[in-house]
């Protein structure tokens, strides 16, 4: 099947720093890509949907200055924490389809995750 | 809204022993259903789907069956191992394709050897 990637799989921070999480489509191109947040022994929760080429669409309750999505290139999604506080610590899974444009029977591969954690 | 509402966990099993979690599913017209699992420490990944009414997926010795009637779609698997540990995720993708699937809180499965 596709594979998604995710780097980096771990990362420890300072509060008050930035963080970058990459997300990347190895082996088709994704004009669209989804970012959630798993909290422990918790479902996901999608936090943004991130389209290329323009404006991420974030969910309700998601601070977009806080949770900044780009979507530069096809295969390629970032997500930054910016000014990274404790109860950021999450972990962060992002998400891409083959197709594009809306299909009946979508099928999401995801990536192995993100632990962010903020000391 | 549309909704997956899955039971809850932890099921504690011992090899060999048959598996069912349930799952139900709210939602207008027919969605796509799934199933994917995660184990520790990693990222999601799909165990089986189904994408009409009556429709039944498999995969890895796990079989779930589409029950529009009943709103279900329940995981089953006749004789679990070790390795099944994991957690257990089911999720609707509503019809028309957005991708922004709805996803269960997940149940998460110990198998004891």
């Known amino acids: 099947g596709a594979v998604v990637s995710q780097h980096p799989s771990r990362v420890i921070c300072k509060s008050g720093t930035s963080v970058k999480i990459e997300c990347r489509s190895l082996d088709f191109q994704a004009t669209t890509m989804f970012w959630y947040r798993q909290f422990p022994k918790q479902s996901l929760m999608l936090m943004a949907t991130s389209n290329e080429g323009s404006k991420a669409t974030y969910e309700q309750g998601v601070e977009k200055d806080k949770f900044l999505i780009n979507h530069a290139s096809l295969t390629l999604s970032t997500l930054t924490v910016t000014s990274a506080h404790p109860e950021d610590s999450s972990f962060y899974i992002c998400?891409?389809?083959?197709?594009?444009?809306?299909?009946?029977?979508?099928?999401?591969?995801f990536g192995e995750g993100s632990r962010l954690t903020v000391l | 809204g549309d909704s997956v509402t899955q039971m809850e966990g932890p099921v504690t099993l011992s090899e060999e022993a048959f598996l069912t979690i349930n799952c139900t599913y709210t939602?207008?017209?027919?969605?796509?259903l799934f199933w994917y699992v995660q184990y520790p420490g990693e990222g999601l990944q799909l165990l089986l789907k189904?994408?009409?009414?009556?429709d039944k997926g498999s995969n890895k010795g796990f079989e779930a069956t589409y029950r529009k009637e009943t709103t279900s779609f329940h995981l089953e698997k006749g004789s679990v191992q070790v390795s099944d540990s994991a957690v257990y995720f089911c999720a609707l993708s509503p019809p028309g394709g957005t991708y922004k699937y709805i996803f269960g809180t997940g149940t998460r499965l110990k198998v004891l050897a």
């Open positions: 939602a207008t017209g027919y969605p796509s």
């Open positions: 998400s891409a389809s083959p197709g594009g444009g809306p299909l009946t029977t979508g099928e999401l591969f």
């Open positions: 189904a994408t009409k009414a009556d």
